[in-house]
C-alpha cells in the first residue's frame, strides 16, 4: 500500500504545478506564432511616389516661369530632397507621368485621394504625396530718388522670393490620408549696389528671381519632409502593396527562376508569385488586337533576392517552369 501512495504522491507533485505554468505567459514559445507574411522587412524602405503640384489655388501665376518646368520643378525639389534622407525609395517622376491621363494637369485638374491610391498602386507604392502650391511670388524693396527726367536707386534693394504649399500623403491601400502638412519658405537678397535709369530705360538689373525662388521652394519642401519623419511611423507601418505589374520568366536554372521584374516595379524578397503560361490569344475580330490571354497555372515562386530590374525566386510548387511564361503577383501578400 506505501508503495501505491508513494507512486500517487508522486504523480500529484507533478499535476499540480501545470495550471500555475498554463497560467503564464512566459512559457508561450514564440516558435510557434504564424510569420505576418504582409509585414515589412527591416531592411525595406517605403516607396514614394510624388505626383506634380497642383496650381490651381494660386492667384498669380506669373513667377513659375521663373523656376524649370513650372509646377514641375517644385516637385523635382521634393522628389530629390526626399531621396536623400534614405529612409524613403522614390519612383521616378517619368514613370508617374506616365500614368497619368493627361500630359499637363497642373494648376488645371486636381486629383482625389482614390485616384492618388490606384495611381500609386499601378506603381507598387504606399505612399502617394499629392501637393498645392498656394503661393510663388517675388517682392522687391529699395529707395528710390526720382531727379527730373532721371531716376536712382541709392542702395539697399532686396528681393525676397517666397513659396508656399499644402501637402497630402496618402495610403494607398485604404486612400486614407495619413498626413497633411504645410511647407512656407523665403530667400531674400541684397544689392548694396547703386543703379541709374533714363526716360527710355536704363542700367537697372533685377537679381537672380529663379535661383531665390528654388532656395525658398528647398526650404519650404523641408519643412514638409522634416514633419514627414517626425510622423515616420505611420509610414513605415503602412502594409507593403502588391505591385500590379506582371513579369516575365527570363531564365530558369534548376530550382531557380529569374524575372525580369524588380524593385523598380515594387517587387521585394519573400513576395509570391504565380506562374502561369499563354495558352492562345484571343483577337478583337475588327482590329486584330490582343484583347486577352488565356492563361493555366503551373505553380508559384518565392522571390529570395531582388534588384533593380530583375528578381531570382525559388520553385515553391509547380515544375515545368520555361522562359517566356509570366508572373503575377500574388494578392493578400
Same mark, same amino acid.
Given at each position: ?16 504545478? %501545470?495550471? #500555475? ?11 510557434? +506564432? ?11 524602405? %517605403? ?8 496650381? *490651381? ?13 513650372? @509646377?514641375? /520643378?517644385? =516637385? ?12 524613403? +525609395?522614390?519612383?521616378? *517622376?517619368?514613370?508617374?507621368? $506616365? ?13 482625389? #485621394? ?13 505612399? %502617394? ?32 522670393? !517666397?513659396?508656399?504649399? $499644402? !501637402? ?6 485604404? /486612400?486614407?490620408?495619413?498626413?497633411? &502638412? ?11 549696389? !547703386? ?5 527710355? /530705360? ?13 532656395? &525658398? #521652394? ?20 503602412? @502594409?507593403? %502593396?502588391?505591385?500590379? @505589374? ?9 530550382? @531557380?527562376?529569374?524575372?525580369?521584374? /524588380? ?29 486577352? =490571354? ?36 500574388? +494578392?493578400?501578400?
Amino acid at each position: 500500500m506505501k508503495k501505491y501512495k508513494t507512486i500517487y504522491g508522486l504523480v500529484l507533485s507533478l499535476i499540480i504545478p %501545470v495550471p #500555475a505554468l498554463a497560467d503564464s505567459p512566459v512559457e508561450v514559445s514564440p516558435r510557434i +506564432t504564424p510569420p505576418i507574411v504582409a509585414q515589412r522587412q527591416p531592411q525595406e524602405k %517605403v516607396r514614394i511616389a510624388v505626383l506634380d503640384f497642383d496650381a *490651381a489655388a494660386m492667384d498669380n501665376l506669373t513667377w513659375l516661369s521663373y523656376m524649370d518646368h513650372n @509646377t514641375r /520643378g517644385v =516637385r523635382n525639389i521634393f522628389i530629390n530632397r526626399l531621396a536623400e534622407t534614405g529612409k524613403y +525609395t522614390v519612383i521616378e *517622376a517619368s514613370r508617374v507621368d $506616365n500614368l497619368l491621363p493627361w500630359k499637363d494637369w497642373g494648376g488645371k485638374r486636381q486629383i482625389d #485621394a482614390q485616384t492618388a491610391a490606384e495611381i500609386g498602386r499601378k506603381l507598387g507604392v504606399e505612399v %502617394v504625396i499629392v501637393g498645392s502650391l498656394t503661393r510663388f511670388d517675388i517682392s522687391r524693396r529699395g529707395g528710390n530718388i526720382g531727379l527730373g527726367w532721371f531716376g536712382v536707386n541709392i542702395g539697399g534693394n532686396s528681393t525676397e522670393a !517666397v513659396v508656399e504649399f $499644402n !501637402v497630402r500623403a496618402i495610403n494607398t491601400n485604404t /486612400g486614407e490620408v495619413i498626413m497633411v &502638412a504645410k511647407g512656407n519658405g523665403s530667400s531674400t537678397q541684397v544689392d548694396p549696389r !547703386v543703379y541709374v535709369w533714363g526716360r527710355g /530705360g536704363g542700367t537697372y538689373s533685377s537679381s537672380q528671381e529663379g535661383q531665390l525662388l528654388a532656395s &525658398a #521652394a528647398v526650404k519650404a519642401v523641408d519643412q514638409v519632409i522634416e514633419e514627414m519623419n517626425r510622423q515616420y511611423s505611420k509610414f513605415s507601418a503602412i @502594409t507593403p %502593396v502588391v505591385p500590379s @505589374t506582371t513579369a516575365i520568366v527570363a531564365d530558369v536554372t534548376g530550382n @531557380t527562376v529569374v524575372l525580369n521584374k /524588380g524593385k523598380k516595379e515594387g517587387y521585394r524578397v519573400g513576395m509570391r508569385l504565380a506562374i502561369e503560361r499563354v495558352e492562345r490569344e484571343v483577337k478583337d475580330p475588327q482590329s486584330g488586337q490582343v484583347i486577352r =490571354r488565356i492563361t493555366v497555372p503551373l505553380g508559384e515562386i518565392e522571390l529570395y533576392d531582388v534588384d533593380e530590374a530583375s528578381s531570382l525566386g525559388r520553385i515553391v510548387s509547380g515544375r515545368g517552369f520555361k522562359v517566356g511564361d509570366i508572373a503575377k503577383p500574388r +494578392t493578400g501578400l
